[in-house]
């Protein structure tokens, strides 16, 4: 009776891992299998229009390579800053998947 419990046990925890080691597989069967990233620089003369324009232009230069995207992650960073605020740059970084 014991070696019944233990071999379903077994039976339950391979059934689990097989599972969650398909999951991965899965996640990109729609064909967004492609890792594609860009880092570009941006300006504007406000904080949110340098960072709109950063983001903007990282997106186009992703998009030029892949056909088609996730909307991905950006990771800004402040570049400079004019001593009166007028102008604001940032270099963003956007990692996406595509369509190969």
Known sequence: MRK??????????SAVAVGLA????????????TPRSATVVG???TYA??????ERRARQ???A????CTP???????????????????QSTHEAMCVD
């Open 4 to 13: 019944v419990t233990l071999l379903r046990r077994f039976g339950l925890v």
């Open 22 to 33: 398909t999951t991965p597989v899965a996640a990109h069967a729609d064909g967004y299998d």
């Open 43 to 45: 300006a504007g003369n």
């Open 49 to 54: 229009e340098g960072v709109a324009a950063a």
């Open 61 to 63: 230069a992703v998009l």
């Open 65 to 68: 390579v892949g056909h088609d």
């Open 72 to 90: 991905g992650t950006y990771q800004n960073f402040g570049i400079y800053t004019s001593p009166g605020g007028g102008t604001w740059v940032f």
